[in-house]
């Protein structure tokens, strides 16, 4: 009997206002919170409401048997409480009905592994912290930002507590293997969930491309593809936009969600489950071997996505530079204002390469060229040194 683990992740960042040359030295507000709130209040009408009470009337009509997992971002969590807290509401009530899963993640879906291992620590304790006290819950499964992954990650998180990590089922790690079982990390032993990058893409980025062969994709042509799916257990993770805003409603997504769990069902052996409920049934059937750092993001699937070009390198080298002197000075909200610009979605506004699901990603873009992206980022990044260097000097 295969199952079907449905992870979603949902994550709007925060984005940086419009900051020019001029404003250095003068100006120290750097996000935009009225652009925040639009990107938000879009959706959250297009897809966050309408799904969640989607999910939640599947949940009821098939008692439970209908099950998913989410990672929501700790700034995308704090969006919700400033602006809609009835849309955070609604994902409480998924929690409650005892059907959907929380994972954990870093706080502000950044690239924090890559500063160094007391900042991944850290953030990624914040969001559990976060997590538990707005859905009552402790994660016991984790997935790095975008699903960045390599064995040091791996044996990371397994030391931090987790019984489960999230990556990408890269098939060059794979080799002949299937990503439709559970496996163990080299070096860790933990558990390793394998995203079905095809079957997962095929709902996210081609369910409403005309000149696929397989459109339309209904429900029951899918549900029969999962049916008859070799291995124990297949991975359907996508970001969570996918429902209404990648793919709008006209595509048809709503209805192919609202009847899959009964064309699913109706096969007799495809099953729903939480991540922690699939680490209860099954065991790990091989090693998953990853050295350098893979990710889900574009056909590359690794983190060429923000730090492939020199701009993009300049930028993170800077920010990471500053950890030293930001963690000193002490002043929460230069901490906090620093973690936001390790966002990964600063960087990936930087990207400079064509990319098969670059027009997704672009999607919640509000710069006009990467270039734009970077001297804006790099003006906040100066009047970061400079608050820095007159508080060395207040001190001296």
Same mark, same amino acid.
Request: net charge neutral.
């Given at each position: 009997?295969?199952?079907? &683990?449905?992870?979603?992740?949902?994550?709007? =960042?925060?984005?940086?206002?419009?900051?020019?040359?001029?404003?250095?030295?003068?100006?120290?507000?750097?996000?935009?919170?009225?652009?925040?709130?639009?990107?938000?209040?879009?959706?959250?009408?297009?897809?966050?409401?309408?799904?969640?009470?989607?999910?939640?009337?599947?949940?009821?009509?098939?008692?439970?048997?209908?099950?998913?997992?989410? #990672?929501? #971002?700790?700034?995308?969590?704090?969006?919700?409480?400033?602006?809609? =807290?009835?849309?955070?509401?609604?994902?409480?009530?998924?929690?409650?009905?005892?059907?959907?899963?929380?994972?954990?993640?870093?706080?502000?879906?950044?690239?924090?592994? *890559?500063?160094?291992?007391?900042?991944?620590? !850290?953030?990624?304790?914040?969001?559990?912290?976060?997590?538990?006290?707005? /859905?009552?819950?402790?994660?016991?499964?984790?997935?790095?930002?975008?699903?960045?992954?390599?064995?040091?990650?791996?044996?990371?998180?397994?030391?931090?507590?987790?019984?489960?990590?999230?990556?990408?089922?890269?098939?060059?790690?794979?080799?002949?293997?299937?990503?439709?079982?559970?496996?163990?990390?080299?070096?860790?032993?933990?558990?390793?969930?394998?995203?079905?990058?095809?079957?997962?893409?095929?709902?996210?980025?081609?369910?409403?491309?005309?000149?696929?062969?397989?459109?339309?994709?209904?429900?029951?042509?899918?549900?029969?593809?999962?049916?008859?799916?070799?291995?124990?257990?297949?991975?359907?993770? *996508?970001?969570?936009?996918? /429902?209404?805003?990648?793919?709008?409603?006209?595509?048809?997504?709503?209805?192919?969600?609202?009847?899959? =769990?009964?064309? &699913?069902?109706?096969?007799?052996?495809?099953?729903?489950?939480?991540?922690?409920?699939?680490?209860?049934?099954?065991?790990?059937?091989?090693?998953?071997?990853?050295?350098?750092?893979?990710?889900?993001?574009?056909?590359?699937?690794?983190?060429?996505?923000?730090?492939?070009?020199? *701009?993009?390198?300049?930028?993170?080298?800077?920010?990471?530079?500053?950890?030293?002197?930001?963690?000193?000075?002490?002043?929460?909200?230069?901490?906090?204002?620093?973690?936001?610009?390790?966002?990964?979605?600063?960087?990936?506004?930087?990207?400079?390469?064509?990319?098969?699901?670059? !027009?997704?990603?672009?999607?919640?873009?509000?710069?006009?060229?990467?270039?734009?992206?970077? *001297?804006?980022?790099?003006?906040?990044?100066?009047?970061?040194?400079?608050?820095?260097?007159?508080?060395?000097?207040?001190?001296?």
């Amino acid at each position: 009997m295969p199952a079907v &683990c449905f992870y979603f992740q949902v994550h709007q =960042p925060i984005r940086l206002r419009k900051y020019t040359a001029f404003d250095i030295g003068k100006n120290e507000e750097y996000f935009d919170d009225e652009r925040n709130r639009f990107f938000l209040e879009r959706a959250s009408r297009k897809c966050y409401m309408p799904t969640n009470a989607k999910l939640l009337e599947l949940m009821e009509k098939y008692d439970g048997k209908f099950k998913v997992t989410f #990672s929501l #971002s700790g700034i995308f969590i704090e969006q919700l409480e400033k602006f809609f =807290p009835d849309v955070l509401e609604s994902f409480r009530k998924l929690v409650d009905s005892g059907c959907a899963e929380i994972m954990n993640e870093t706080y502000y879906h950044s690239l924090a592994y *890559m500063i160094s291992r007391e900042e991944f620590r !850290d953030q990624v304790d914040m969001h559990r912290r976060k997590i538990k006290s707005v /859905f009552g819950v402790r994660p016991k499964v984790f997935r790095n930002t975008e699903a960045m992954y390599n064995n040091d990650v791996a044996k990371v998180v397994h030391e931090m507590g987790y019984n489960g990590i999230v990556a990408e089922g890269l098939d060059h790690a794979l080799e002949w293997r299937s990503p439709n079982y559970l496996y163990k990390a080299k070096g860790s032993d933990i558990p390793v969930f394998l995203r079905n990058y095809k079957l997962s893409d095929d709902i996210a980025f081609r369910f409403s491309t005309r000149d696929w062969r397989e459109w339309p994709l209904t429900a029951d042509k899918f549900a029969t593809w999962l049916s008859s799916s070799n291995g124990e257990l297949v991975n359907l993770f *996508m970001d969570y936009e996918t /429902f209404g805003e990648h793919q709008w409603t006209e595509t048809g997504i709503f209805d192919f969600l609202h009847h899959l =769990p009964e064309e &699913c069902f109706r096969h007799g052996n495809v099953k729903f489950m939480t991540l922690s409920e699939a680490l209860a049934n099954f065991r790990p059937v091989g090693e998953f071997d990853v050295h350098n750092l893979s990710s889900w993001a574009d056909v590359h699937r690794d983190v060429s996505a923000w730090l492939e070009n020199s *701009m993009q390198s300049n930028a993170f080298n800077e920010i990471k530079s500053l950890e030293e002197k930001i963690r000193k000075s002490g002043n929460r909200n230069l901490i906090d204002t620093w973690r936001k610009l390790q966002t990964s979605d600063n960087f990936y506004y930087m990207c400079t390469k064509w990319f098969a699901d670059g !027009d997704v990603h672009k999607y919640f873009n509000h710069y006009d060229t990467p270039y734009d992206a970077y *001297m804006n980022y790099m003006n906040v990044i100066a009047d970061i040194k400079n608050r820095l260097q007159a508080r060395s000097r207040r001190r001296a």
